[in-house]
């Protein structure tokens, strides 16, 4: 079975501050995804990776980066947390065709 | 670019009756289709998927998904529900090439009454 795993289930950060959530795979995927997830909006790409070291923006990146230095670990990075980026983040995983979520990050930024 | 539209925000059902769920999809390219389902407090499972060849597929607990091309739609469907089967749907569309990114629908809330 694949598994991505997710740092953190729930986190509390205050404006301002840097954030780290982190993504790991073990299935040797080539790509790999972040995700926020807002209710009426379903889910919107942040950035995606295609390869160590290589990222490419998503739908929605400004406030954010990503960090891709080993094939199995994928990071979002949020440089000064704003009460906006309040959401559930969700990373995947996928070697082509399908993508595969793991439990997702709830994120408050009070 | 893709876009996916879920009509319908919330369906409520009773236990042990049928249920369809409506995706339609705009796209200028050929796709890949698929639902996922969020149970509560958890991430993204796949539900099914459409790539090629016949265009009615199933999933293992009983939902099934029709790609009818000409309507550009993806309903998911389901004869009899389960209080089991509460969750949120996603429907989502990918292009054929890259890295194959995913655009998701706004989601259904299916809820099931006893």
């Known amino acids: 079975d694949v598994k991505v795993t997710q740092s953190s289930r729930y986190l509390v950060k205050r404006t301002g501050e840097k954030v780290f959530l982190e993504c790991v795979q073990d299935m040797d995927h080539e790509n790999m995804f972040w995700y926020r997830q807002d209710p009426g909006l379903g889910l919107r790409l942040i950035y995606f990776s295609y390869d160590v070291k290589m990222k490419e923006k998503g739908d929605i990146p400004e406030g954010y980066s990503v960090s891709r230095e080993k094939k199995e670990r994928f990071s979002l990075i949020l440089e000064s947390a704003s009460t906006n980026q309040t959401s559930m983040y969700l990373c995947?995983?996928?070697?082509?065709?399908?993508?595969?979520f793991g439990p997702g990050t709830r994120l408050t930024v009070l | 670019a893709q876009s996916v539209t879920q009509l319908d925000s919330q369906v409520p059902v009773f236990e042990e009756a049928p249920v369809e769920l409506r995706c339609n999809y705009s796209?200028?390219?050929?796709?890949?289709l698929f639902w996922y389902v969020q149970y509560p407090n958890q991430g993204l499972q796949l539900l099914l998927k459409y790539l090629s060849g016949s265009t009615l597929v199933k999933s293992i607990n009983g939902f099934e998904a029709e790609f009818n091309k000409s309507q550009t739609s993806f309903h998911l469907r389901k004869p009899s529900v389960h209080i089991s089967d509460t969750a949120e749907y996603f429907c989502?569309?990918?292009?054929?090439?890259?890295?194959?990114?995913?655009?998701f629908g706004q989601g259904t809330r299916l809820t099931i009454n006893p």
């Open positions: 995947a995983s996928s070697p082509g065709d399908t993508q595969y």
């Open positions: 989502a569309v990918s292009d054929l090439t890259g890295a194959q990114k995913l655009v």
């Open positions: 796209s200028s390219v050929s796709v890949y």
